[in-house]
């Protein structure tokens, strides 16, 4: 995934965060296809809300949706 489309994930995902409002449908370019950009769209998203500790959101998420992520086709 390019740097921009993390970039845009998590800064959508940081803005619904902060007004506390379901996430609209993700289109398919902004889903995460690995871990690793799992953990980036998680960085963007923890600038856009301004957390510093990157493991209270996971663990905030995780108690939120505690569904794994859908392995790649």
Do not use: H, K
């Not at 740097?3 to 965060?17: H, S, T």
């Not at 007004?19 to 998680?42: G, H, K, N, W």
């Not at 209270?56 to 569904?67: G, H, S």
């Amino acid at each position: 995934m390019e740097n921009a489309l993390i970039r845009e994930a998590g800064r959508r995902l940081g803005e619904v965060w902060l007004v506390a409002r379901p996430v609209d449908t993700f289109p398919d370019t902004l889903r995460a296809r690995s871990r690793a950009e799992a953990y980036a769209i998680q960085d963007e998203m923890t600038a856009v809300i301004g957390q510093r500790d990157r493991g209270e959101i996971r663990r905030l998420m995780m108690a939120a949706d505690p569904q794994p992520l859908r392995p790649s086709p």
